[in-house]
Every structure is written in C-alpha cells, then in structure tokens.
C-alpha cells in the first residue's frame, strides 16, 4: 500500500533562509501529493499540491518539486519567516488507495528571527 | 467562508463512556473524511464518505468505532465504549471532489481517563 515518509524529522533556519523539506513515497501509483502546515493545537492547513503529470508547480513563497524517477518530493519555502514555524506533512494518495492519503510522519520546522 | 467546524474541541470521560464527537463540513464539499492523530501512529484515516455514503471505513480500529453521516451538513463518529487508548486528536476533513486539497477542521481533543 501507500507509505509516505519523511528523511529529517526536524529543521531550523534562519529568519530569511530559504527551507527545504523533503519527503519519500513507496507507491509508484501514487498520483497526488499534497503539503499540509499543522500549528499547535490546529488542523492541518493546506499549503499546495501537485500531481504526476507535472514535476513542478509554484505558490506564494512555496514550490513543491515531485521526482517520480526516485519517489521523491519537496517543498521549497522561500524567504522563510517565524510565521512558518509548524509541522510540516506530505501526503499522497493514488493507485489502489484511490481518494484516501496517507501522511508523512512530518517536520518540525523553525525559524529562528 | 466557515470551514470545518468541530465539537467539541476538548472531551474528557471516563473509560467505558459513549463519546459523540460532531463534524459540519464545507458546504459543497462531496467527500468527507475522519482522522486521528496520535503522537505514535501520526495521522491516520478512520473512514470517509462521498455524498453521504460510507466508502472505506478500513481504518475504524474497532467495532466500538461507528460514524454516520445522515446528511450533506453533518457527520458523527461516535465511540461505544471509549477506553484510554483512543485518547488522541480527531480531525474532520472535507474535499469538493476526491483527489483535490482536503480542509481541515481543528479537531476534537479527546481523553479518556
């Protein structure tokens, strides 16, 4: 089945660095991914998404970079500020988990002002 | 616009309680979803609806999870008897279709004592 995960469990930055965070999936069905930001004591929040047939896609600040040679995907957070300081989550769904995402354990990111 | 809306957002019982947690979702949104996140096991998905009709509820941990969905504005996940171990975070979800940005509500702390 689906297994997103994630290579470091924590990132801190600079106030002003750009961020990377990176994620690996086991699926090679998978055909959506998506980020989420979850702060404290919130639901996670939508950041952006991407689906296979592209392997780059752009938002305020953020650009998420999807790899499906090597099941890898990113996202680039530019001009990072103490506001992004969260816990960061891929997700990706496809294949035979058709609708259902399966999340990344996440990132632990801050931002040092 | 209103988003997820949950309640309760805290919920303490005893062991052995019905515990009723609520969900409304995005107006217009056709799927919807159920979570729990747990510091163990990160998020996962309890089961989620399309148009008010169960899909897969692969992830309910136990048949003393249940969940209904008996409109297009309201969902239930109700647990019969709650014992410690489903002390976590609940989160509801919705999406306009499948495979686009699920919105988060900001969950329903629930302990059990």
């Known amino acids: 089945g689906e297994s997103v995960g994630l290579h470091l469990p924590t990132l801190s930055v600079q106030e002003g660095d750009n961020s990377i965070i990176n994620c690996a999936y086991s699926?090679?069905?998978?055909?959506?991914f998506i980020w989420y930001k979850q702060e404290s004591g919130k639901g996670p929040q939508f950041i952006i998404d991407?689906?296979?047939?592209?392997d780059k896609r752009q938002g305020q600040r953020v650009t998420v970079l999807l790899n499906k040679t090597v099941k890898h995907l990113s996202l680039q957070i530019a001009a990072t500020q103490p506001g992004d300081s969260a816990v960061y989550f891929c997700?990706?769904?496809?294949?035979?988990?058709?609708?259902?995402?399966?999340f990344g354990q996440g990132t632990i990111l801050t931002v040092h002002p | 616009d209103a988003g997820v809306i949950q309640s309760p957002r805290h919920e303490v019982t005893e062991m052995g309680q019905e515990v009723t947690l609520r969900c409304k979702p995005i107006?217009?949104?056709?799927?919807l979803f159920w979570y729990r996140q747990t510091m163990m096991r990160g998020l996962e998905l309890l089961i989620y609806?399309?148009?008010?009709?169960?899909?897969?509820d692969s992830g309910m941990p136990e048949d003393r999870f249940s969940a209904k969905m008996p409109n297009a504005s309201f969902s239930t996940l109700k647990i019969q008897p709650s014992e410690p171990r489903d002390s976590a975070v609940y989160f509801c979800?919705?999406?306009?279709?499948?495979?686009?940005?699920?919105?988060f509500g900001d969950g329903t702390r629930l302990s059990i004592l």
């Open positions: 979800a919705s999406s306009f279709r499948v495979n686009q940005p699920q919105h």
């Open positions: 699926n090679s069905a998978s055909d959506y």
């Open positions: 991407i689906r296979s047939n592209m």
């Open positions: 997700a990706g769904a496809g294949g035979t988990s058709y609708g259902k995402l399966t």
């Open positions: 107006s217009g949104h056709d799927y």
């Open positions: 609806f399309n148009n008010n009709v169960p899909i897969d």
